[in-house]
């Protein structure tokens, strides 16, 4: 599953022709989406973007302010954050429209929520750049659409999500929440 996962972010760069995805470079042009994520008292902790690719989503995220170590990070079916002080549950569940099992490692999943780990420094910063052909921003390849009526949410929980136990492979509470947006 490893290979597969590296495969997949392999993939991610090369469906982009290697375009640096920044918020001034021409891959968010078109085909992009943004959300700025919010901690559990409402300060702003960072951004992600999300761009659209031939087979799938690229999302590149840079936050400060959490706790070192992995934490679960999943694609939420609204888009809504407003309920911070409440632990984000506005956001629902994972985007599953086919009631998948959540994990890569279940052979019943994955649900098309589920995204790999975020590793969290020290210093409580965190850059990644991850890439899944679960999801579309607008519905491309007959994969759920982020950007459907009722939004979506990129949303990051306080544990490890061991990509096997249900609903959320043990993540825990939700620490930050970003609504994804048209860019």
């Known amino acids: 599953m490893i290979h597969r996962l590296a495969a997949l972010i392999a993939a991610g760069a090369a469906a982009l022709g290697g375009a640096a ?75 599953n429209p086919d009631q998948k099992e959540h994990g890569f490692l279940n052979p019943k999943g994955p649900d098309d929520g589920d995204l790999p780990n975020l590793g969290v420094a020290p210093d409580g910063t965190a850059e990644a750049e991850v890439f899944t052909t679960l999801v579309s921003l607008t519905g491309a390849g007959g994969r759920p659409a982020l950007l459907d009526a009722d939004g979506s949410a990129l949303v990051i929980h306080a544990n490890t999500d061991d990509h096997m136990s249900q609903p959320i492979g043990g993540a825990g509470p939700r620490v930050a929440c970003g609504v994804i947006q048209k860019q």
């Open 21 to 95: 995805i920044t918020a001034s470079g021409p891959a968010l042009a078109e085909g992009a989406a943004v959300a700025t994520l919010i901690g559990a008292n409402g300060q702003e902790l960072g951004r992600a973007q999300l761009v659209e690719g031939p087979a799938g989503v690229v999302i590149r995220i840079e936050l400060a302010g959490l706790e070192p170590g992995f934490k679960g990070m999943h694609l939420h079916a609204v888009g809504s954050c407003d309920d911070h002080d409440g632990g984000f549950k506005h956001s629902g569940s994972h985007v």
